[in-house]
């Protein structure tokens, strides 16, 4: 094991050695968080004798938790494989998302909630056609109402940990009443099919600690170090299970940046960060100020953006990275022209880089020569007009000016032009370009149309985060509802979505009988389905291919014990006749979307369906099988983003951008409207959470920025005339360059 203080600062080494009591890092971005959090976990273990078993650390995407186990146990010279934990937990440190780790929480003590341990967990997918169900039954029309807003309204309450009764004496107005009355047939629906949905995992494991002193009193003493990651996106759920589990000892120890909170839209709260010292009498509070990810210019640009907000703690970023190239804001006409400025600065820092490297290997190669600097830009004067106060425009107009370096002194108005003169080469996308180190980072999904076809046009390769997920294929999402019905013989959303799939001419009105019938003898619909045969409102046909269908499940469970996930897999697909009828669909199967792609490409995603069940090829049986729908169940977009898949221009939201870091980063739609976006601009609150989601923008950057905006946009199906954004017009003139497209 390596000597663990040789690579961290004092100010890291200050928090991995302050292990007793409340403790509060701030963490500003690239300050090395992780490193810290995983040193001080290797900390504990080897130089504090704590048991591995007494560490709970908490973050919130997959990713995260593999990254800190990964260079936790690394430290410790321990295989990583070791430290995971599908079951229970072991005698390795507790590392997850909230949501796994109070899924593991739940499968240990369900009957004390009154569910089984084979419960499912429903996506956004099954909550909605779950709702749509609800719904219907209540002769309430998905069409007038839309399920979607009426789940959000139920997930609010749940983040607040409030019941369907609490939540109705909180409503205001009939649609608030409605919701909660819709809540708490939710969640009956939710009993009976023995599921639970994502908010359920954690409000469901406050009142399990609430409601029995002897589970929390359990987990207390199990877990004496708990340390939760990116504080500042916890949500009331989640600040109050936290403060349960820590009660007792107070060793909490979290880390998070103020700076960076940008999700209160799924119910983060900032004062749980910024309250920290008042909630944990007695804490000591660490910043950790030094970045090591991003070149001073772009450092300072991101103080500069934030320090227009009033509502956060103190702190002041810096590097000891230096460069010569200041970030860039670009304004050019349209989407089209934005997505096309993208390509021409690639292509441009490419020249540059292999340019370097020639350069490099030239001095080398000649140390006593000397080379010419040039400067093949061309500057233009720009005169402000007039004396009136300025206006948004006026200012961000104003501050396209910078330094010239030849004269010491501010070039007033000076602007630099680009040639405008399209400069893509028809090969980019066949150039040997290291794709994965440029990111285009936008506000909304929708962003990424224009983007996309010309990155089409060129065969430039790339990756959508947030777009149509791996997990919502519909030939994945019909292969977890088999194994889920497998597991959980009551799951009604999974027995509704597989069961004529496929076709084996069972209609609506046929299975809502056997639900009847089960409901009646009080069994699963699956074991109601195998004694049919005798009813009499069912045709002998249709029983004998319910019968026939209830003899998947049966069979696979005679072998289940035995087999691994893959197995699984292979036996009941191949028993239902699924991949037969991939095949015998091909490519124009009316019943797929066209984003499912063609018969070749649905079974190459089970294919990978099949390489994820891998994972757990040391689990057999039952086991195996809950440890995996939990762990695909959990899976957030951000998981999926895996740069060694190949090389690919990274194309996500701001949200999704959060923890990532890339050389080349282009911030793109600096528009009012956009960035911010015109559901802040009336709510300070949301205003400065808005300048947050720019500041991430900017931070996510080593070293090159490109800040773009366009004059005009196609939006929401109309030509919209753009403002520039007003955080443009807080960015100085020191720290950035302004150019204006010359096609515009």
């Not at 559901?679 to 950057?701: F, K, M």
């Given at each position: 094991?390596l000597n663990?203080f040789d690579?961290l600062?004092?100010?890291?080494i200050?928090?991995?050695?302050t292990?007793?009591?409340?403790?509060?890092?701030?963490?500003g971005?690239?300050?090395?968080?992780?490193k810290?959090?995983?040193?001080?976990?290797?900390?504990?273990?080897s130089?504090?004798?704590?048991?591995?078993?007494?560490?709970?650390?908490?973050t919130?995407t997959?990713?995260a938790?593999?990254?800190?186990?990964n260079r936790?146990?690394?430290?410790?010279?321990?295989?990583?494989k070791a430290?995971h934990?599908w079951r229970?937990?072991?005698?390795?440190?507790?590392?997850?998302?909230?949501h796994?780790?109070?899924?593991?929480i739940?499968?240990?003590?369900?009957?004390?909630?009154?569910?089984?341990?084979?419960f499912?967990?429903?996506?956004?997918?099954d909550?909605?056609?779950?709702?749509?169900?609800?719904m219907?039954?209540?002769?309430i029309?998905?069409k007038?109402?839309?399920?979607?807003?009426?789940l959000?309204?139920i997930?609010?309450?749940k983040?607040?940990?409030?019941?369907?009764?609490?939540m109705?004496?909180?409503?205001?107005?009939?649609?608030?009443?409605?919701?909660?009355?819709?809540?708490?047939?939710?969640?009956?629906?939710f009993?009976?099919?023995?599921a639970?949905?994502f908010?359920?995992?954690l409000?469901?494991?406050?009142?399990?600690?609430q409601?029995?002193?002897?589970v929390?009193?359990k987990?207390?003493?199990?877990?004496?170090?708990?340390?939760?990651?990116e504080?500042?996106?916890?949500?009331?759920?989640?600040?109050?299970?936290?403060?349960?589990?820590?009660?007792?000892?107070?060793?909490?120890?979290?880390?998070?940046?103020?700076?960076?909170g940008?999700y209160?839209?799924?119910?983060?709260?900032i004062?749980?960060?910024?309250?920290f010292?008042k909630d944990?009498?007695?804490?000591?509070?660490?910043?950790?100020?030094?970045?090591?990810?991003?070149?001073?210019?772009?450092?300072?640009l991101?103080?500069l953006?934030?320090?227009?907000?009033?509502g956060?703690?103190?702190?002041?970023?810096?590097?000891?990275?230096?460069?010569?190239?200041?970030?860039?804001v670009?304004?050019v006409?349209d989407e089209?022209?934005?997505?096309?400025?993208?390509?021409?600065?690639?292509?441009?820092?490419?020249?540059?880089?292999?340019?370097s490297?020639?350069?490099?290997?030239y001095k080398?190669?000649?140390?006593?020569?000397?080379e010419?600097a040039?400067?093949?830009?061309i500057?233009?004067?720009?005169?402000s007009?007039?004396?009136?106060?300025p206006?948004?425009?006026d200012?961000?107009?104003s501050?396209?000016?910078?330094h010239?370096?030849?004269s010491?002194?501010?070039?007033?108005g000076?602007?630099?032009?680009s040639?405008?003169?399209?400069?893509i080469?028809?090969?980019i996308?066949q150039?040997?370009?290291?794709?994965?180190?440029?990111?285009?980072?936008?506000?909304?999904?929708?962003?990424?149309?224009?983007?996309e076809e010309?990155?089409?046009?060129?065969?430039?390769?790339y990756r959508?985060?947030?777009g149509?997920?791996?997990y919502?294929?519909?030939?994945?999402?019909d292969?977890?509802?088999?194994?889920?019905?497998l597991?959980?013989?009551?799951?009604g959303?999974?027995?509704?979505?597989?069961i004529?799939e496929p076709s084996?001419?069972?209609?609506?009105?046929?299975?809502?009988r056997v639900?009847?019938i089960s409901r009646?003898r009080?069994?699963?619909v699956?074991?109601a389905m195998?004694?049919?045969?005798?009813?009499?409102?069912?045709?002998?046909a249709?029983?004998?291919?319910?019968?026939?269908?209830?003899?998947?499940?049966?069979r696979?469970?005679n072998?289940?014990?035995?087999l691994?996930?893959?197995?699984?897999i292979?036996?009941?697909?191949?028993?239902?006749?699924?991949?037969?009828?991939?095949?015998?669909?091909?490519d124009e199967?009316p019943?797929?979307?066209k984003?499912?792609?063609?018969?070749?490409?649905?079974?190459?995603?089970i294919?990978e369906?099949?390489?994820?069940?891998?994972?757990?090829?040391?689990?057999?049986?039952?086991?195996a099988?809950?440890?995996?729908?939990?762990?695909?169940?959990l899976?957030?977009?951000?998981?999926?983003?895996?740069?060694?898949?190949?090389?690919a221009?990274?194309?996500?939201?701001?949200?999704?951008?959060?923890?990532?870091?890339f050389?080349t980063?282009?911030?793109v739609?600096?528009?009012?409207?956009?960035l911010?976006?015109?559901?802040?601009?009336?709510?300070?609150?949301?205003?400065?959470?808005?300048?947050?989601?720019?500041y991430?923008?900017?931070?996510?950057?080593?070293?090159?920025l490109y800040?773009?905006?366009t004059?005009?946009?196609?939006?929401?199906?109309?030509?919209?005339t753009?403002?520039?954004s007003?955080?443009?017009?807080?960015?100085g003139?020191e720290?950035?360059?302004?150019f204006?497209?010359?096609?515009?």
């Amino acid at each position: 094991m390596l000597n663990l203080f040789d690579e961290l600062n004092e100010k890291q080494i200050k928090a991995v050695k302050t292990i007793k009591g409340p403790v509060l890092i701030l963490a500003g971005a690239g300050s090395g968080k992780t490193k810290t959090l995983t040193h001080r976990i290797a900390y504990l273990i080897s130089e504090c004798s704590v048991l591995p078993r007494q560490i709970l650390a908490v973050t919130f995407t997959n990713k995260a938790a593999a990254e800190l186990r990964n260079r936790a146990a690394g430290l410790l010279g321990q295989d990583p494989k070791a430290w995971h934990v599908w079951r229970g937990f072991g005698f390795c440190p507790a590392l997850g998302t909230f949501h796994s780790i109070c899924a593991r929480i739940l499968r240990e003590e369900a009957e004390k909630i009154g569910f089984r341990q084979s419960f499912v967990i429903y996506d956004a997918q099954d909550q909605k056609q779950a709702m749509k169900n609800i719904m219907r039954e209540q002769g309430i029309s998905p069409k007038e109402l839309n399920p979607s807003t009426i789940l959000g309204m139920i997930s609010r309450a749940k983040n607040e940990l409030l019941s369907s009764s609490e939540m109705d004496a909180d409503a205001r107005g009939p649609i608030e009443k409605l919701a909660s009355r819709l809540y708490a047939l939710y969640q009956d629906y939710f009993k009976k099919n023995n599921a639970m949905d994502f908010d359920d995992l954690l409000m469901l494991c406050v009142r399990l600690f609430q409601k029995h002193a002897d589970v929390l009193k359990k987990y207390q003493n199990m877990w004496q170090y708990i340390m939760i990651d990116e504080y500042q996106d916890t949500n009331h759920a989640q600040y109050t299970w936290a403060c349960l589990l820590a009660g007792k000892l107070g060793n909490i120890f979290v880390v998070g940046d103020d700076w960076q909170g940008i999700y209160s839209w799924r119910g983060a709260n900032i004062r749980n960060i910024l309250e920290f010292e008042k909630d944990f009498k007695g804490a000591r509070v660490i910043r950790l100020e030094q970045n090591y990810r991003s070149t001073s210019p772009i450092v300072e640009l991101g103080n500069l953006i934030i320090s227009g907000n009033k509502g956060q703690m103190k702190k002041k970023l810096w590097t000891e990275k230096k460069s010569d190239f200041l970030p860039q804001v670009v304004q050019v006409s349209d989407e089209v022209r934005e997505a096309e400025m993208i390509l021409e600065k690639i292509n441009e820092t490419e020249a540059q880089i292999t340019k370097s490297k020639t350069q490099t290997n030239y001095k080398i190669q000649n140390p006593n020569k000397h080379e010419s600097a040039f400067d093949d830009e061309i500057s233009y004067d720009y005169e402000s007009e007039g004396n009136e106060e300025p206006g948004i425009l006026d200012k961000i107009m104003s501050t396209f000016s910078k330094h010239d370096s030849k004269s010491n002194d501010f070039a007033s108005g000076m602007l630099r032009m680009s040639s405008g003169i399209s400069n893509i080469p028809l090969d980019i996308g066949q150039q040997n370009i290291n794709w994965n180190n440029y990111a285009v980072l936008y506000r909304t999904n929708a962003q990424s149309r224009a983007i996309e076809e010309v990155l089409l046009k060129y065969c430039v390769p790339y990756r959508l985060i947030g777009g149509i997920r791996f997990y919502e294929r519909k030939e994945i999402k019909d292969t977890l509802a088999y194994l889920r019905l497998l597991l959980n013989p009551n799951d009604g959303v999974s027995l509704a979505r597989i069961i004529n799939e496929p076709s084996r001419g069972i209609g609506e009105k046929t299975l809502a009988r056997v639900q009847q019938i089960s409901r009646e003898r009080d069994m699963s619909v699956l074991s109601a389905m195998s004694g049919i045969e005798n009813d009499k409102q069912i045709s002998p046909a249709r029983a004998q291919a319910m019968k026939n269908f209830s003899l998947i499940f049966e069979r696979a469970l005679n072998q289940l014990a035995q087999l691994t996930v893959k197995e699984i897999i292979d036996l009941i697909l191949k028993r239902a006749g699924y991949i037969d009828m991939l095949k015998a669909l091909g490519d124009e199967g009316p019943s797929f979307a066209k984003a499912s792609g063609g018969e070749k490409e649905r079974i190459e995603n089970i294919e990978e369906l099949k390489n994820v069940a891998k994972k757990f090829e040391v689990l057999r049986g039952k086991e195996a099988l809950e440890a995996f729908l939990e762990e695909v169940s959990l899976v957030a977009d951000i998981d999926t983003y895996d740069p060694r898949s190949g090389q690919a221009l990274t194309l996500m939201t701001l949200h999704s951008a959060k923890g990532l870091e890339f050389d080349t980063v282009f911030l793109v739609g600096l528009e009012e409207g956009l960035l911010p976006h015109s559901n802040s601009l009336i709510d300070p609150e949301q205003l400065e959470e808005e300048r947050r989601l720019c500041y991430v923008g900017i931070t996510r950057a080593r070293e090159r920025l490109y800040i773009i905006h366009t004059a005009q946009r196609a939006l929401h199906g109309s030509i919209v005339t753009n403002t520039p954004s007003r955080f443009l017009s807080e960015l100085g003139n020191e720290y950035v360059e302004f150019f204006d497209d010359a096609r515009w």
